[in-house]
């Protein structure tokens, strides 16, 4: 079993700059990929970026490439994700994920993949 905590979020005004960390305890050995998603109350959870903890690819939705940075210390378990150039529309609850199973490229941004969440972390962007 893997445990997830995140930190990190607040307020910022438009164009500053958050990081959020997510510390992972457990059996993280096990973990192949982990992620960071984000919900705004009444939409569906969107994946926002993902890395392949075993050999560091990453990936990144359309909506944040470019502004986003997913990265993780191995040696302190824990992921990251800076964000740049804020816009109101990031403002969401923010949540990290993690999985112990393969994925193709189309799965891993998809909520469904995977088995072990975060409790979330709130950003707020305003305008």
């Known amino acids: 079993q893997v445990q997830l905590v995140e930190s990190g979020g607040g307020s910022v005004q438009a164009g500053g700059s958050l990081r959020l960390s997510c510390a992972a305890s457990?059996?993280?050995?096990?973990?192949?990929?982990m992620s960071w998603f984000r919900q705004v109350p009444g939409k569906e959870r969107e994946g926002v970026a993902s890395?392949?903890?075993?050999?560091?690819?990453?990936y990144y939705a359309d909506s944040v490439k470019g502004r986003f940075t997913i990265s993780q210390d191995n040696a302190k378990n824990t992921l990251y994700l800076q964000m740049n150039s804020l816009k109101p529309e990031d403002t969401a609850i923010y949540y990290c994920a993690a999985d112990d199973r393969p994925k193709s490229r189309w799965q891993l941004l998809q909520r469904v993949e995977y088995n072990t969440w975060g409790q979330g972390t709130q950003v707020t962007v305003s305008s």
């Open positions: 890395i392949a903890t075993h050999e560091g690819s990453t």
């Open positions: 457990g059996s993280t050995y096990r973990t192949l990929y």
